[in-house]
């Protein structure tokens, strides 16, 4: 299950008008009684917890982790102790919390944050849904009711991403629902210090990517779960924005810096897993952006080459090898970028280039899995 | 996961149920697969028949789960590995073209073991004898989206006259992968490819 989530809109201009003035959270959720559906909810969410503690997905690295989960805690104060976040790896714009307090931030949404007060737009939409209960509203909706036994029943092995993403799912959120949430969650980034304007940014970035897709129809509820029971996605926006600024803070840090130094060790993997996607109109989008707002990106510049030389449309090695060569330029570029220049030139019969290219290479990774088939390109173009 | 989901979902289970494709054991000795790749093997296989794929065969010895050694024959300019239908238009499928090195026909497998998820990790890549051409052998990891289990693999390639020919084996990294690695290892080195005829 590749999508749900995260923007409704304000149906005003003025946030606190909708939620009611002087709007807080409320005290905090105790467990239910294991009787009520409610409770049962809860037991198969903590089922579910404890084999996603033993998924290959889950991200382990106690920094990275930490790091989210103070920005949870940030958003949801007092509800902190009740909420777990864990770090899932999975190239998808995802994130979602379960009504026991299990909340998931796949790698996807992390690395097309922008900076830390996207993330935290995000991760406040889903407390939002949390603190207003909306998954037991949604279970004892009948339609919904329906469809989550139909859920339960075709889970084929538990504990899997692919099923924690089917329970996530089941969650059919309503548009009043995701209304709702959208607005606490910009009450709680404002609380929590962050501009709440970022959070139209968010949106914006995501509906620019999913316009680039080749085939683009014009019609965004086609193209993903994610716009199905949203009202019209540009108007969205536009409210959502106009939200943001009637509550000001604009001139708040988003902590662009912040976000980047956490993800610095893993952005080269989390890339790597967005180009195994193959969805080349909506990467090619994402690293024109990322290469665009640091021009001196020599990582985004070699990803933006592999996105072109994968896609292999019509003149798309040229522009690989431009973003190659950019990219072996700048700083940050990993040694594969000589391994991909190599390979260009050796296409092309570009012998001498291809010899100094393929050295560059082997001098950073003489250990490379494939140094012993690059060197043997290099006997034979002696 | 809504009723419009579930409903596509089941048809096409109801769908694949129609016309099952059946494993049927093999004689020891020479097999030749889809007409052109002529391998020797020990007999302790099992082929997957009736599967329309006129290029690829998938062959097991201890069952689907537990292993799985498929062949790819004589892919030619512009084609994919397996039969793709219905695929996204968003989405292209690889396609293996007769320039491609080994990297890239690495790359070309890896779309093809990931499209359902599952995480793929290039372990080694060197030259080797294979098809009567210099061709190249990877190793591979693998964890596997559906059950999560970690698998090992490895694959011969080469390009034969323009035609990509290749031999991959994966099975979980516990036990099966090293029981039938001999196996593989010299059904690869047995292999010899068969000219259109």
Known sequence: MERRTFIGTCGCCAVSALLGEGWAPPARIQRPDPKSDEGGLWALMDREEERLHQSPFLMRDAALVAYVQAITCRLAQGHCPNVRTYVVRSPYFNANMAPNGMMQVWTGLMLRAENEAQLAAVIGHEIGHYLARHSVESLRDAKSRSAFAHMVGIIPVAGTLAALGLVAGAFAYSREHERAADRMGLELMAAAGYPPLEASRVWANLLAELQAEKDWTGDASKRSVLFATHPPEKEREAKLEAAARAMGKEDLDPRTGALRQAIGPWRRAWLEDELKRRKFGESLALLGRLTRVDPQDGEASYFLGEAYRLRAAEGDTDRAQEAYQRAAALPGAPPEVHRALGSLHRKAGRLPEMREAYARYLAARPEAGDAEMIRSYLKKGE | ?197
């Open chain 2, 1 to 197: 996961m809504n009723l419009k989901v579930l409903v596509p979902v089941a048809l096409l289970l109801l769908a694949a149920c129609t016309k099952p494709a059946t494993w049927v054991g093999l004689a020891q000795g020479e097999v030749v697969v889809c007409e052109r790749l002529a391998v020797r093997h020990d007999g302790a296989w099992s082929r997957l028949e009736g599967t329309r794929e006129p290029k690829h065969e998938v062959w097991t010895s201890d069952g689907m789960p537990l292993d799985q050694l498929h062949f790819h024959t004589g892919i030619a300019e512009g084609e994919s590995l397996v039969v793709v239908k219905d695929r996204p238009a968003d989405k292209p499928i690889p396609r293996f073209r007769k320039d491609m090195q080994a990297q890239d026909v690495v790359e070309l497998y890896e779309s093809f073991a990931t499209q359902d998820g599952s995480v793929f990790t290039l372990e080694k890549l060197a030259p080797a004898r294979f098809a009567d051409e210099d061709g190249f052998r990877f190793e591979f990891s693998r964890v596997r989206k559906r059950d999560e289990v970690r698998t090992r693999g490895v694959a011969y390639g080469a390009i034969h006259r323009g035609e990509l020919f290749l031999v991959a084996f994966e099975a979980p990294r516990i036990h099966y992968f090293a029981k039938h690695l001999p196996r593989v290892e010299a059904l690869a080195q047995s292999a010899h490819v068969r000219e259109k005829g």
